[in-house]
Structures are given as structure tokens and as C-alpha cells.
């Protein structure tokens, strides 16, 4: 017996292993915006990243700075910031979050497919054909490896213990708990793709008629979402921001959501097939599932529901591949089914492999392009932002740099001075104040203050710069509250009159 345990405990090792450098390449890669081989970051990474530091250096989420993330997003990216000080501390904490994410894929596959040695390649292959860009330090990626795993608790659920009148297990209810809240508390949509699963359970016990198990699950999930819920809420009463904290998290999140509705029905078909591709693959391979395993139609039927929900869910918002890997649970489903329909049969074998491995090259071909591009993108533009951002901001006295607003400016500049902003809605106002009227009339009183003494807004050349010629209520505001004393390429700097 002890021979035993010592084999499975030294097998679980052997995988986090090989995981684990699987991670740590694959993000050394792909993770444009926190590898140490790409020096800018400018996506919303960056956002996150300074949202970190500003945590580190002691401000408060939702009173002195504003994002509509939940506060689990602010602790992770705190921790970064504590690690090293730079972007690499953001790598070391997305390592262990993508190993834990591969190696519940990994579980997944095995029900399917029983060859553990072919189960670890295919679940490689999985995440390398997933998606060819890979930001880094985004919502999903820390939201997924508890998704895997919840998602591993459903299907086994359905392909081991229905047929044999098993219970559904509360500790796996216990654990959705803590998935739901971690996603809530990090990003609140991004509990959605494991969801339809979870409810097409709930549906079968009730069918079943297995009341008590369904109270005890219900109990589970609770307690297990509220043991995660419980730290935030007593911080943030402390912090007297309980209030700004739920409507942060929760109710800004809907009001930014509704206001992306139907955006990449808009965007072409092209567009549309690329951000929806591997959820429409998931879909057509649920659909066969179903058609040719009767043994395992409530899993494929509930496969192919999430699919749909996916895709219907992607039409309503930016067609950004971030947006997409959240679904990464459903296809890891998909890619398990795939392995159970060819491994019987010698010819779909071949057909598949080869099918795989052109996938594969196309989209490590593309990914190399990406990265090149990426490269000499970041090289030839962003470069030059970060130099003409400091040298906007040797205009600014030192004694001065706590008072400066960068208005409708991306995080970076931040990041690249070292200058802590001076007001909560510190990055894109305009974008970020959309959604709200109060929030803008807030902003509009502030410009109009002039507390700021220092404004820094983007220069024609810039290539974030978004304004399309024309001028607001805030543009003429600030023109009679502070005047011209420098500008370059990327900025211009106002100071109050």
C-alpha cells in the first residue's frame, strides 16, 4: 500500500514537471506583454500590471484608483509587483496558474483517452492549437485553472458515476463554489463556460429526483463560495469601500458588458469564424459524439449547449482573443472526444494526425510570424513612446509629479515615469467613464477643479491616439484651465494656469 501511494505521489510529481516547463516555455514565447524577451507591455496587462504596483505602494482599489475588476485581480497583481519589482515577477505568478490549467486539461483528456503518455501530447497540442496570441496576465488566465478543474469534476461525474447511481459528489459542488466566487471576484463573466455543465448536473439529479444530494450540493457551493468572499468583504469594509468594491466588481462589469453588445456581429465574417473557431469545432465534434457514443450523450449534449452559448456569447462582445481563451474548459472537452472517436479506428487515426499536425505548423507558423511582428512593432513604435514619455515629463518639476493626469493616456506612460496618479480615473477617461453618466459629470468636475496641475494628454503621432478631429466639453475645459509647455511625437503636456 505504501509502494502505491509512493508511485502515484512521485507520477503527479513527474507531470507537474513536465507541465511546468511546458508553462514557462510557452509563456516565455507567448506572453508578449510579462516575457523578459519582448520589452514593452501595452495591452491591458499593463493596466493590471500598475494597478499591482499601486497596491504595493499602498493605495486603496475603488477609492484611489478605479477598475472594473474584481479585487482578487488586485491581490495576484500585487503579488506580482512584490516579487520582483518588473514584469518578470508577473511571469513567476502566471507559471504556476498555467501548470495547474494543463495538467486539470490533462485529467480531462485521460477520461477520455486512457494513454497517459498520449494524454500529456495532446493536451500540448490542445494549447498550442487554442490560439496563436497570447497577451499575458490577463483575467482569464487566472480564472481558467479553476475552471479546468471544475469542468474535470462535471465530466467525471457524468461519464463515471450516473450510469452506476453515484451521488454527485459535494466536495466537487464545494469546490464550483470557489470557482464561481474566484471568477467574480476576478472577472464576473468569466464563470459562463462552466456553467451550462454545471446546471445540466443540477437538472439530472432533479430528474433523478435526488433532492437531498441537490440541497447538500447547493450548501457546498455556497460555503465554498463565501470562505473566498469573506477576506475581500471584511477589507474592504475596514477600508469603508465596501460599496465601491461590489459596484466595481459587479455592477459596472454588466453596465461595460451591455454596451459591447452585438460589437463583433459588426466585425465580418472572417473575424467572426477566427474568434469563434474552436468553439464551432468543439460544437461539431459534440454533435458526432452524440450521433455515434449513445454512452456518453449527456456529456456531449451538454458540450454542445456550452458551445452554443460560447458562440452567442462572442457575438455580443470585442472580437479580442482574450475574450475567447476563457472557453478553453469546453475545447479541452472537445479534444478528449476527439482522441475517444479516432483511437478505434486505424484510418481516422491517420487522417486525424496528419489533419493535427498541419494545424499545429500553421499555427506555430503564425505565432513565430506574430511574435516577429510583435517584435519589430515594438521596436520601431513603442520604443519611441516610452522615450518621448520621458522626456515629456522632465518638463514636470519633481515636486510636482504627484499631481499629474494623464487624460485619455494608456497605462504605460505610468509605468515608464514612475509617477502615481493623481486621481482615480487615472487611464482612458473617456473609455473608462462611457458607461456612466455620473461617473463622467465626477470627471468633468474634477477637470474643472484644476487639481491637477499637470495634464498629459497623447500628440498626433501617437499611436494610441484615438481622437477622431473632433473636440468635446472636456477638451474646451481644459483648454481654458491649463496652457501649452511642451509636446512631442507621443504627448503633450499642459500645466494649470
Sequence with gaps: MREQKKDITMH????????????????????????PLY????SDTANYM??????????????????????????IQWMGAMLTGNKIGFLLIEIPFLTVTLYGSYKIIDLFYNDQRKSIIITIIALLLNRIY???????????????WSMYFVVKYFKCDIDN?????????????????????????NFLPISVMIITGTVLLAVNKKWSNILKNIVAFIIGAVLVLVPFVIYYI??????????????????????????LLNAGVFTILIVNLNLLMSLLIAISNFVTNKKERIVSLSLMISAIVGIVVQLGMRPNLNYMYIWFPVYIVACGMTADLVQNNKIINKVFGIFTLILISLNLSCAFISTKSMISYDVNKLTGIEKDAKEITKLIPEKSRNSVLAYNVKSEYYIVTDIVPCYKYFMLQDWMCSVNDEMQEEFKEYIESGQAKYIVENGENNIYNEND??????DYIIDEKYEEIGRNDSFVLMKRK
Excluded at 134 to 148: H, K, R, S, W
Excluded at 168 to 186: R, S
Design 12 to 35: 503527479i510529481v513527474n507531470r507537474i514537471i513536465v507541465f511546468s516547463f511546458v508553462a514557462f516555455v510557452f509563456l516565455l514565447l507567448f506572453s508578449y506583454d510579462t516575457s
Design 39 to 42: 520589452k514593452w507591455c501595452h
Design 50 to 75: 500598475l494597478e499591482g504596483i499601486l497596491v504595493e505602494k499602498g493605495l486603496v482599489p475603488y477609492i484611489d484608483f478605479f477598475e472594473h475588476k474584481g479585487p482578487l485581480m488586485f491581490v
Design 134 to 148: 497570447f497577451a499575458g496576465n490577463m483575467t482569464e488566465d487566472y480564472c481558467i485553472p479553476f475552471l479546468v
Design 165 to 189: 447511481d453515484i451521488e454527485h459528489n459535494v466536495k466537487y459542488a464545494f469546490f464550483y463554489g470557489i470557482t464561481f466566487m474566484v471568477c467574480v471576484l476576478i472577472r464576473m463573466t
Design 238 to 263: 475596514k477600508k469603508n469601500a465596501i460599496y465601491e468594491m461590489f459596484y466595481g466588481t459587479i455592477i459596472h462589469n454588466i453596465k461595460y458588458t451591455l454596451n459591447t453588445n452585438g460589437i
Design 469 to 474: 478631429g473632433t473636440d468635446n466639453d472636456l
